[in-house]
């Protein structure tokens, strides 16, 4: 898929230079944030971070408002040259697309967006690059979502077998 090679391509690009990857998603799009944050880090070597500690979250959503919480946190950790991948099923979510404009205040390099449903959807629209799936059913395009950014991970990591333990095995 040449859209996964030119992410790959921005996320290294963006390691290199010392920046970080900022991955932010709700609900299930939350988890896969977690789960390709940790994965980017420890795995690829891609220094990577999202915002789902509960503190943070009803800290800025009590202060801010819940619309605006992951735009304000991005504010306070975000740098220029950054990476944000916003993840969201429906590419509706108003915490989401806030974010995605705080990004482009702050100077991020690129905005890489994972949405689904309609193809009009406004997440869609303000992706560098986007990655969408031609789905209305959650699950299928959360799991589609989760399948592209591992996949991404992969890439990065060069092989099809390594270890996930540090020095380990393979198992």
């Known amino acids: ?24 998603g709700n609900g299930g799009s939350a988890a ?24 943070l979250i009803t800290c800025f959503a009590n202060d801010y408002g819940y619309e605006r919480w992951i735009e304000k946190a991005i504010e306070f950790y975000g740098e220029p040259g950054d990476v944000l991948i916003a993840v969201s099923s429906s590419g509706q979510s108003r915490n989401i697309l806030e974010a995605c404009h705080a990004a482009r205040r702050r100077g991020f390099a690129s905005i890489v967006t994972c949405s689904g449903f309609s193809p009009e959807n406004p997440l869609r629209r303000l992706g560098d690059h986007s990655f969408w799936v031609e789905s209305k059913a959650y699950n299928l395009v959360e799991l589609t979502h989760l399948f592209w950014l591992l996949a991404l991970v992969d890439l990065i990591i060069g092989r099809t077998e390594y270890s996930a333990s540090p020095g380990g095995a393979v198992v």
């Open 1 to 24: 898929m040449p859209a996964l090679i030119r992410v790959k391509a921005v996320l290294l690009e963006a390691s290199r230079a010392g920046k970080k990857v900022i991955l932010a």
């Open 32 to 55: 896969i944030a977690s789960h390709v944050a940790v994965d980017l880090t420890k795995n690829a070597h891609v220094r990577a971070m999202n915002f789902n500690e509960a503190d």
